[in-house]
């Protein structure tokens, strides 16, 4: 076999769409969104701070509502993470 019998080259095809961007109006009200969200997280840390300072523990009235202010608080991250990195293709 020699030089001259090998197959041409494949012809190059069309090359592939980039990625769809996501509108920069979309970016900015998750950013805004997620620092809503942050607020309840904040309440949360202020408020189980006072319980913990004030008594040396969480109220189990008052613990409850310090978990879901951090977990909300810790979507709004999420939801700026999301924001900021944007999507992946």
Do not use: E, Y
């Amino acid at each position: 076999m020699s030089i001259s019998d090998a197959p041409p080259p494949a012809p190059p095809g069309p090359s592939p769409a980039p990625p769809n961007q996501r509108s920069g109006c979309l970016t900015a009200l998750m950013a805004i969104f997620g620092i809503i969200l942050l607020l309840p997280g904040a309440c949360a840390l202020l408020f189980g701070g006072i319980s913990i300072s004030d008594r040396g523990r969480i109220d189990s009235d008052v613990a409850p509502l310090v978990f879901l202010g951090l977990v909300v608080g810790l979507g709004g991250v999420a939801l700026i993470w999301a924001a900021i990195k944007g999507r992946r293709g």
